[in-house]
C-alpha cells in the first residue's frame, strides 16, 4: 500500500499527489512515470512523475479527475493509500551534461517539466525555461520552475500572464535575437510539438521529443502512443518517451490523433477501448 503524504489541489480539474513510495523514489530519474491503480482490479494508469525525492522517500505525480477512473483517484485524501503503484517505467530522459538546454513545455506537459530542468542542472547544463498556458488561471507551481532554471518564461495565449502567443513563436523570437542552445527538449501537446520541431531545424539545433503527456495505458497494448520514427513503428512507453524530434512523422502522429478526441474527453478512461475503437488498426 501506498501511502498519500500530499493532495495539492492546482487548479480546477488538476490535482498533484505526493505519496510515499521510497522504492520508486530511489530508482526514479527524470523523464520515467509510473502505473497507478487506484482500485483492486481496477484499471491502470500511467502517470508521469512531476517529482521525485530519494531522501524523503516520495514520489509526485498528476491527476485531472474528468473520467471515472481519475474521478475515482480524486476521492482519495492526505493518509488515504493507494492499493497499487509500479515502476518507475521508460527510459530516463537524454541528458548531455554541460550543454545549453531550451526546455519547452506546454499545458500538462509544461506541469511535468520541473524534473527534467533539475535534472538537466544538476549535470551542469545551463536551461532556460519557455512554459505555455491558456491563460493565467493555468500557471501554477511558478516559484518551483523558477528554482529549476536559470531563466523563466511564460507565454499565455490570451496574454493574460507572461508573454502572449504561442511558445514555439516566442522560442523562435529569442533565438533570432542571437539567443543560442546546444539543444531543445518538449513535452506537450503534438501541434506543439510540431511547430517546434520546425524552429529547432531551421536553428540547427537538436531538437528532443517527449511523448510522456500523451500515453495511455503504458503497456505497448493499446497503440496510444505509436509514431513513427524514420518510417519505423514505435511507442512511446516502450522504446520512450523521448526521441530526435527530426525522426519523427509529425503529420501521422497527427491524423493519428484525431482518434484520440473521444479519449481526451475522457481522459485514462477505458483508455484501450476507446482507442480500439478509434484507431484503424
Ligand atoms: S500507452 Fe503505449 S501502447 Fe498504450
Known amino acids: 500500500m501506498f501511502r498519500i503524504l500530499k493532495r495539492d489541489l492546482l487548479g480546477p480539474h488538476l490535482l498533484q499527489y505526493t505519496v510515499e513510495a521510497p522504492e520508486i523514489a530511489k530508482a526514479a530519474r ?3 512515470y509510473v502505473i497507478v491503480r487506484a482500485e483492486k482490479g481496477g484499471e ?3 502517470l508521469v512523475l512531476t517529482d521525485f525525492d530519494p531522501a524523503a522517500g516520495s514520489i509526485s505525480f498528476l491527476c485531472r479527475p474528468l473520467g471515472p477512473v481519475t474521478q475515482y483517484l480524486e476521492r482519495f485524501f492526505e493518509n488515504d493509500e493507494l492499493p497499487e503503484i509500479s515502476g518507475p517505467f521508460g527510459n530516463p530522459a537524454p541528458i548531455e551534461a554541460g550543454l545549453s538546454y531550451a526546455v519547452i513545455g506546454g499545458g500538462m506537459g509544461a506541469l511535468m517539466s520541473y524534473p527534467i530542468a533539475r535534472a538537466l ?3 551542469n547544463c545551463a536551461v532556460d525555461l519557455l512554459l505555455g498556458f491558456h491563460n493565467k488561471s493555468q500557471v501554477v507551481l511558478e ?3 523558477r528554482s529549476a532554471c536559470d531563466h523563466f518564461f511564460c507565454c499565455t495565449d490570451d496574454g493574460s500572464y507572461g508573454q502572449k502567443g504561442m511558445v514555439s513563436r516566442f522560442l523562435e523570437n529569442r533565438l533570432d535575437t542571437g539567443v543560442r542552445y546546444d539543444r531543445i527538449y518538449m513535452l506537450g501537446p503534438i501541434v506543439m510539438m510540431k511547430f517546434v520541431s520546425h524552429v529547432g531545424k531551421r536553428h540547427g539545433i537538436k531538437t528532443i521529443m517527449s511523448m510522456n503527456p500523451i500515453m495511455m495505458d503504458g503497456t505497448g497494448m493499446c497503440g496510444g502512443c505509436e509514431l513513427l520514427l524514420n518510417g519505423k513503428k514505435v511507442f512511446a512507453c516502450q ?7 527530426s525522426q519523427v512523422d509529425f503529420d501521422a502522429l497527427l491524423r493519428d490523433s484525431a482518434g484520440y478526441r473521444d479519449y481526451e474527453r475522457h481522459p485514462h478512461d477505458d483508455a484501450c477501448h476507446l482507442l480500439r475503437k478509434a484507431l484503424p488498426r
Do not use: K
Not at 239 to 245: E, H, K, L, N, T
Open 239 to 245: 522504446d520512450g518517451p523521448d526521441f530526435d524530434a
Open 143 to 145: 516559484e518551483q520552475f
Open 121 to 123: 542542472r544538476e549535470q
Open 44 to 46: 491502470r494508469i500511467p
Open 30 to 32: 527524470a523523464g520515467q
